[in-house]
C-alpha cells in the first residue's frame, strides 16, 4: 500500500513535470510562428513586443485559464530576430541540401538598381533531381556596391554557387538580361561561366 502511494505520487509529478515541459515547447514553438507571420508581413522585429500584450489581452477573453501559456512567449525583439535568423538559417541549409541532389542545374541572373540607387544582382538557381522534380528559388540577393563589371558579378555569383556548395560539372545554362557585360564575347559573365 505504501509502495502504491510513493509510485502514484512519482507518477504526479513526472506529469507535473512533463505537463510543463509540453507548455515551455508550446510557447517556443509559438514564439517561431510569430516571428515567421512578423516577416512575412514585411513587419519590424520590435512588432511583436505589440502583438504579446494584444495576445495576452485576448487570451484572458477567450481562455482566461490558459493565460500563463501565452504570458510564456517570449517576443521581443531580440527573441524575434534570433528566431527569424534561424529559420533563415534552416531554409539555407535545405537549399543546400536540395541543390546537393541536383543533377542538372541552371543560374538566371539580373542586375538592376534600387531605389538607393545600388545596383542588386538578383540570382536564381533552377534545378532537377533524379526523380525529375524541379526546384526553383532564389540563390541570393547580393548589393553590388562598387561597380557593376562583368567581373564582379560573376564573382558574386561564383560566392554564391560556392556558398551552397553547388557542383559546377552540372551547371547547364546560363539566362541573363542580355546586357553587355553579361553576354560579351570575351569578358562576359556568359564566357566566364561557360568557362568555369
Known sequence: DEINKLVAGLKKQQSAFTRNRDIADGAVRASYIIANEL???????????????????????VCPEKRPAFANISLTRNTVAFRVTELSSDLSSQLKEKIKSFIAFSIAIDESTDVTNIAQLAMFIRGVDETLTITEELLELVPMNDTTTAYDIFSALVGALDKVEADWSRAVSLATDGAPSMVGRKAGVATKFRDK
Open 39 to 61: 516577416v512575412q508581413a514585411s513587419k519590424p522585429f520590435a512588432d511583436g513586443e505589440f502583438v504579446k500584450p494584444c495576445m495576452l489581452k485576448a487570451a484572458e477573453v
